[in-house]
């Protein structure tokens, strides 16, 4: 069974950084692509960003330009550096991975609070 677990949530100001990270319990280099998602309170989960195996990474509109996602195969974590952070960034951030043998799986997620 895979595990993820997510770290680096926190309450920051608006316009401060954190870093957020997904650890595996698995090799990631089996997964053929890995994710960050998010869900505010009162609000369906939402796509942040994924990076394929291949190095293609994809952001939704909301952060481009702020967020940085990366994995690291050797030390089998995947990373999101949020910049400038809003408000409404607020909302349990989670990890995905999916493998090409129908795996699909989710951390437990990691609060991120945007306020002053």
């Known amino acids: 069974q895979v595990q993820l677990v997510e770290s680096g949530g926190s309450l920051v100001q608006p316009g401060g950084s954190l870093r957020l990270y997904c650890a595996s319990s698995r090799n990631i280099f089996s997964f053929y692509v890995m994710g960050w998602y998010r869900q505010a309170p009162g609000k369906q989960r939402e796509f942040v960003s994924d990076?394929?195996?291949?190095?293609?990474?994809t952001y939704a509109d909301a952060v481009k330009g702020r967020f940085t996602i990366s994995r690291d195969n050797a030390k089998n974590t995947m990373y999101l550096q949020m910049n400038s952070l809003k408000p409404e960034d607020t909302a349990v951030y989670y990890c995905?991975?999916?493998?090409?043998?129908?795996?699909?799986?989710w951390g437990q997620g990691t609060q991120v609070t945007v306020s002053s």
């Open positions: 995905n991975a999916q493998d090409n043998k129908g795996g699909n799986y």
């Open positions: 990076v394929t195996s291949s190095s293609t990474i």
